[in-house]
């Protein structure tokens, strides 16, 4: 097993966040600037061709941090942030660079390589999840949530269908063809946000990807709008959900 | 023009409730027991074969009250409450008893019911709302919405398509068969809820009349479970849906 490491500490908007690697895996712990009680931690997916740091990451983990108390985990996914491209990434890139130059659809490029990265990065959250619960402020027995659209639901997915630890997720904007099977595994509490005017990700696409969930607790949020246009509220109500799922069980279990 | 009458005032759960007429109509208004300040209202439309007071309806004024400091005015639909039944209405639900009671769908039963409800409420709804804005904690000015699922929304959606005044809604849980051309019409902001497992109304048909309204601001709650299992946690996001459009507006035009 890898230890977790690590490597900078920095301060910022309340919250403490702390670089890490776990094997050849660089990531960031935010925690709460007052202190690093035992709390509930949130695992958190980046989209694709971002990475662990983007604006995106920082803003809902201070949602969650600021406004919960919880820890969360970002990890680069394989390919992006600080990790170096293979031939592969590089060649799926050009694939789907040239397909959006030619008007073609990107869902089949974007479900591939996603699928493929899902591969890789599934047992690599496993490993952080293990070295993460080393840490005395989270533990091997506190609640464990995950976030993340996108690329983050293509992974997250996936995870959550192996991994017992998460006991709550939010996810959102993906097709079902490669996820469809590991979402029928997942009974947990889920929450899943898709845009109804997504103009890669069909309707029809976004709704057999929730209902295909066995969960008996499940929440899907629609709203008008293109694949960019995901309102700011849906952050807010994903953090209002963690909140609802993980911060109960901490009292029973402290 | 009908004004309205105040016949009775109650206080419970940190509100003020007062009887009213309007004509023929008998209805409620909740406000804040800190006061009558000039604060926004919300219209809100009971369900089939309950009443202005029933404990869903109290429930969800008391988070627009209490938590928003708004006026709430909730009136009797026809044939319900305090309000006589006619020939027809007792036709109408002996044709549901019987529906039900032979495991035939209602649905038929109840779109064409609450289609005939909505087109005696609709005026009425216009004329309270003329008699509530003479109120000075009111006014003629100041923001108004309107929540209402199920028949709140049977009535509510062709009120909105011809009200004006009605500047954002929350609504769910109907067919679109009568429904779907007054949404049309509409362009407010909307939030709507559905169930995914309801067992009188099909999926389809639900998220037909949610796609069906022209609001460029529109949100879908979808959530596991049957009709009668919408989670509560659905009435507190109807209340910041309308906080977020409602309160913000007040400002501006005091």
Redesign the interface.
Known sequence: MHPLQFTAESSSHGMVGRDFTVGEVPGVLWSPASGTDRAPLVLMGHGGGTHKKASAMTGRAQLLVNGCGFHVAVIDAPGHGDRPRTAHDEREIAALYAARAAGEPEGPIVVRYNSHLAELAVPEWRATLDALQERPEIGAHGPVGYVGINMGTAIGVPLAAVEPRITAAAFGQHWPDALAESARRITIPIEFALQ?DDEHIPREAG?AL??AFA??????????GRHKEL?R?EAD?ATRFLA?HLARPLAAQV
Not at 215 to 224: D, F, G, I, Q
């Open positions: 109804w709704l929730f209902d969960s008996k607790e499940k929440t899907l949020h629609v709203n008008a309102p509220f109500s609802r």
